[in-house]
């Protein structure tokens, strides 16, 4: 079991992946920024968001569920690098290091979605890996 954010090497992945994609679309112009890069930044960032907040869950399922939204969100953000790559936005060895990166990211999100699969019975809770009850 994860015990934390820190330890969670597929979070720390996407948060890397994340503010690498920041910082591209940071210097990009007004309407750049506002269409593209909105939705790419949204897509990319929802990934560790979706992952902690998975983590943060009380029920396995409810954690099941939060990944299959951060696998979304990781094809998602293939997608908008796509266009930012077709656009001329992003450089085209950029845009394939990137997708690169994106999909170590849902590969190791699908194996955690298996190892989730693979419990046999409703963890103790996520509460328990943080040192708090459901009362806390």
């Known amino acids: 079991m ?78 908008w690098l796509t266009k930012a790559a077709n656009r001329k936005l992003i450089a085209a060895e950029a845009s394939i290091e990137l997708i690169r990166k994106t999909d170590e990211i849902a590969r190791m999100i699908n194996g955690y979605i298996q190892s989730l699969n693979n419990q046999v019975s409703e963890p103790e809770t996520q509460y328990g890996s943080m040192g708090l009850t459901p009362n806390t």
């Not at 990009?28 to 960032?45: I, P, S």
């Not at 939060?66 to 998602?76: H, K, L, P, V």
């Open 2 to 79: 994860i015990q934390g954010l820190e330890h969670f090497k597929t979070y720390n992945k996407a948060m890397e992946l994340g503010e690498s994609v920041w910082a591209i679309v940071a210097a990009w112009a007004y309407f750049e920024k506002d269409t593209v890069g909105k939705q790419l930044v949204r897509a990319c960032d929802s990934i560790a968001a979706n992952l902690s907040e998975g983590l943060g869950r009380y029920h396995s399922k409810e954690v099941k569920n939060f990944t299959f939204y951060t696998r979304g969100s990781a094809f998602e953000t293939k997608t």
